[in-house]
């Protein structure tokens, strides 16, 4: 069972820590991630919130602790389930990355 109070952990620290409720948006906040954080960190969420998609916690598991820990985003209003979001996220960061090496 996946546990949000698990303050240690890359995963829970990048989502309640970017998309917290304090956010104009959660456009805003990955928008703030993508120009205050390093190269270095971003390659690094991408493989950890990659290894977070594919692991053996179930879909249902995956949504409801992601849910939790990204309080600032409403889920229903995007049309989205917490995973197909988390999977955009990742491939945002990959843009953001590929970006920072060509400029």
């Known amino acids: 069972m996946l546990s949000s109070n698990k303050l240690e952990e890359p995963v829970f620290q990048f989502l ?10 959660p456009e805003e906040g990955l928008e703030e991630l993508l120009t205050e954080e ?5 390659e ?5 919130l990659t290894d977070f998609i594919v692991s053996e916690y179930s879909d249902i598991e995956k ?3 992601i ?6 985003v409403y889920f229903p209003s995007l049309d989205l389930e917490p ?16 970006k920072i090496s060509i400029g």
């Open 16 to 25: 309640a820590g970017t998309f917290h409720q304090d956010i104009e948006s």
């Open 38 to 42: 390093s190269k270095e960190f971003l």
């Open 44 to 48: 690094s969420a991408i493989v950890f």
């Open 63 to 65: 949504n409801e602790y």
């Open 67 to 72: 849910q939790s820990c990204a309080d600032g």
């Open 83 to 98: 995973l197909q979001w988390l999977y955009q996220v990742i491939e945002q960061i990959k843009e953001a990355v590929k």
